[in-house]
């Protein structure tokens, strides 16, 4: 027999580890002070407090915006939170003002970032001089009713076409969403404008003393002129893919045995049947910046792939190009090829309200867009606080979801006191435990 009566009974209990990693990391703060002047003078909600409520909501699993409806059913856990009607009038309110509620947002992110580096300590991005890759890459998100902007795509499709940057922690971690930004479908996917803009908008979420470390990788999308000539002003390091020209393949042919290289796999080991060598010398490289480098890497097809037009006497040859001095060659093309990293990001995202944009208006897209990104690097930071070097901390959102946000707990009052027991027969409870209190041992900022 089954009946809807219960008292005392919390779902969703995991998601207190997000709500103290928004007070660990300054996020909560930083919101409430950067939305202020969105909150009207009799309002009740803060929309600091709702954006982040938003926020938790996609980490939580949500894809629309009155799945909020999962934090109202537990104001134990999260605090007060607004009706529908409330919630959808703040995010016409900010995109109605969207550059300036963006850069408010993106502050607040940015200095709630910084705060969550310097607490994980050795677990941080560019701990002991360590580089940070910066993953640029453009996706498609279909879009199945006429949505403002939405258009044909490359791929012929429907939608939108966003260019994005993610923050990789390596093979440790996850990574984090350093920007989103929003396009019309029919974006190119090689506009060196939009590179730029996004790796600018990136680099503004990361802590200046670290620019230096800063990795650039795109696929060969950002393989531009303009592109390569801006980061080289920036003094960036960058590890870009490069097409595959008439002169390349012409330089490829002439290139000795004896130059090639064995290539590495993903754990450097040498891998059997694909090698490496330079092409700089062998090209002309007029009107490139000064101190580029085109490094090839050759590979036998396994049995069974498709032959692409491009594969040269049996082979497939990929380019990419870097500003890299020093390093054997097999490990700069580990380090280029790892940029494949950012597809597992773009699929998190999209399971975190990507998938499906759900507003009509562009504007108002490009907001839900900065909750995608909010929801993205609180879990990020959620992972890198908390877990350690647990296997927690590389599990992707579906997997997060299923094992330590979505257990169920008991709220038992006392002493003035009130105490979330997690049931204790849950498989996860005591890594969930562990993990919340960890998290509520960090002070905020």
Request: glycine fraction near 8%; charge should be positive; include cysteine.
């Amino acid at each position: 027999m089954v009946s809807s009566d219960g008292a005392g009974i919390v779902g969703q209990a995991g998601g207190v580890l997000l709500t103290e990693t928004l007070r660990a990391t300054g996020l909560d703060r930083a919101l409430s002070a950067g939305l202020e002047r969105w909150r009207k003078p009799r309002a009740v909600h803060d929309p600091g407090k709702i954006v982040m409520d938003l926020a938790v909501m996609l980490a939580l699993g949500g894809d629309c915006l009155s799945d909020i409806a999962i934090l109202r059913a537990e104001p134990e856990l999260f605090g007060p939170v607004p009706s529908d009607p409330t919630v959808s009038r703040l995010v016409t309110a900010l995109a109605q003002a969207s550059p300036q509620a963006l850069r408010a947002i993106r502050k607040a992110r940015s200095s709630a970032r910084a705060r969550a580096w310097e607490l994980a300590g050795e677990h941080a991005p560019g701990t002991g001089g360590d580089l940070i890759p910066v993953d640029l890459d453009a996706t498609i998100v279909l879009a199945h009713s006429e949505k403002e902007q939405a258009a044909p795509t490359w791929k012929r499709t429907f939608g939108f076409h966003p260019m994005t940057a993610f923050i990789d922690h390596g093979p440790s971690g996850t990574g984090e969403a350093a920007a989103l930004d929003l396009r019309p479908g029919n974006a190119g996917s090689n506009t060196a404008e939009d590179h730029i803009t996004t790796a600018r908008a990136a680099l503004q979420q990361i802590p200046s003393h670290l620019h230096k470390l800063v990795l650039v990788r795109t696929d060969s999308g950002g393989g531009t002129h303009g592109f390569i000539d801006w980061a080289t002003r920036r003094r960036l390091k960058y590890s870009i893919g490069w097409g595959l020209t008439e002169d390349a393949c012409e330089a490829i042919l002439t290139l000795p045995e004896h130059v090639w290289q064995c290539a590495y796999d993903a754990d450097r080991q040498p891998r059997p049947g694909a090698w490496v060598a330079e092409l700089t010398g062998m090209l002309d490289l007029t009107g490139w910046p000064r101190g580029m480098r085109v490094i090839v890497r050759r590979e036998r097809p396994h049995l069974g792939a498709q032959l692409r037009f491009t594969d040269i006497d049996g082979h497939r040859f990929t380019c990419f190009v870097t500003n890299t001095r020093c390093g054997q060659l097999a490990d700069l093309e580990l380090r280029h090829r790892r940029r494949a990293r950012a597809e597992d990001r773009i699929r998190c995202a999209k399971d975190t309200g990507l998938r499906n944009l759900p507003l009509h208006a562009f504007a108002a897209n490009r907001v839900w867009l900065e909750l995608i990104a909010l929801a993205t690097d609180l879990t990020a930071w959620a992972q890198m606080l908390a877990f350690g070097d647990h296997p927690a901390r590389r599990w992707e959102p579906k997997r997060l979801r299923l094992r330590v946000f979505s257990v169920a707990a008991r709220l038992a009052r006392g002493g003035r006191r009130l105490r979330l027991r997690l049931a204790r027969h849950w498989p996860w409870a005591d890594l969930t435990a562990t993990a919340i209190g960890r998290m509520q041992m960090l002070p905020a900022p």
